[in-house]
């Protein structure tokens, strides 16, 4: 990633959830739909969404205030600084939206995001989030696993990876009228990674529909990886039967591998990767291997070298 010298989020800045959604009815109470876009917010992201079931998967850590959550964000599409997103994100349209999926599989489909939600049941996920950048949070996403909706247009034999791609729309992206990435972002999984039952395509977080600046109206979530293998605010998922060329690793290849498993062990050419701090604390936090959670996918890993396919 381009290191900027974005100022780092103190506790003060921090503000809890209660009095943050009181400010947000407070702002569409008043209709000061304006005032909203500024803080990076839409009407449409206010929504609550219906969730079946919770799972805690981030143990006794305190999930980080929505606040931190949705104010340092990466986002190239929207800046490359840690609080553009927010800032440039406010009019981003999220509807209509449509999902194409298809490649090698058996019954390619279309969906609106509306019909996705409606499809999946919805639940909530809380895990921890490690950006490469050495910086973390723990996010409960709302959300449903991508292995549902792979399953339902059934994979060909030959469906090895999965590619997810960004919307690529300049208008509404400043960001994207710059190369700083050969748009539209793009990211891929092997078909084993994306049909793992940790992997959700997430529509919300904190009960809500997702903000903007988070990949709204939906977005990648591999908590095991680095985070840009999350890709936001997708428009196609495509099965194929050769590993995608991906938008990080086609930037710097010798920095961003395709797998980027959480690894402590093995660092990034300019940084640590043994420890990372935690946003809204001060300490810093030792990096677990899989981000914590090597019982449910280090399998997927058995016999390769992490050192070479990092
Ligand atoms: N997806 C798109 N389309 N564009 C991006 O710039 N950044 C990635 C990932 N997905 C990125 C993206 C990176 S580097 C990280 S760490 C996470 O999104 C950040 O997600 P967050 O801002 O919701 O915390």
Not at 110 to 131: A, G, H, N, Q, V
Not at 265 to 275: C, G, K
């Amino acid at each position: 990633m381009l290191i900027r010298s974005a100022p780092d989020l103190r506790d003060c800045d921090v503000t809890d959830r209660g009095l943050y959604l009181r400010r947000r009815e407070f702002i569409y109470g008043a209709g000061a739909l304006a005032a909203a876009g500024t803080l990076g917010l839409s009407a449409a992201e206010a929504a609550p969404l219906k969730v079946a079931k919770k799972t805690n998967l981030a143990g006794d850590e305190k999930p980080t205030s929505l606040k931190n959550i949705t104010s340092y964000n990466n986002f190239y599409e929207f800046g490359t600084g840690k609080e553009d997103p927010a800032a440039n994100a406010g009019s981003f349209k999220t509807r209509p939206w449509t999902v194409v999926v298809d490649g090698e599989c058996m019954k390619p489909m279309r969906f609106s995001i509306d019909d996705l939600t409606k499809r999946y049941p919805l639940e909530e996920r809380i895990y921890r989030m490690r950006c490469v950048e050495a910086w973390s949070m723990v996010i409960p996403w709302v959300g449903f696993p991508l292995a549902s909706l792979l399953n339902d247009v059934q994979p060909t034999a030959k469906a090895k990876f999965v590619t997810f791609e960004t919307l690529n729309d300049p208008k509404q992206m400043p960001g994207q009228r710059d190369r700083t990435l050969d748009w539209p972002y793009r990211e891929g999984l092997r078909i084993d990674e994306a049909t793992n039952p940790l992997t959700l395509l997430a529509v919300g977080m904190y009960g809500e529909t997702m903000p903007n600046q988070n990949g709204a109206p939906i977005r990648l979530v591999t908590p095991w990886k680095y985070g840009f293998k999350s890709a936001k605010s997708i428009v196609h998922i495509r099965l194929q039967e050769r590993q995608p060329a991906t938008s990080w690793n086609l930037a710097n290849a010798h920095e961003y591998g395709f797998y980027s498993n959480v690894n402590p062990e093995v660092d990034h050419p300019r940084w640590s990767q043994a420890s990372e701090r935690r946003i809204g604390e001060f300490f810093r936090r030792k990096t677990l291997p899989f981000n914590g959670y090597a019982d449910q996918v280090a399998s997927l890993y058995r016999g390769m070298d992490l050192q070479k396919n990092f």
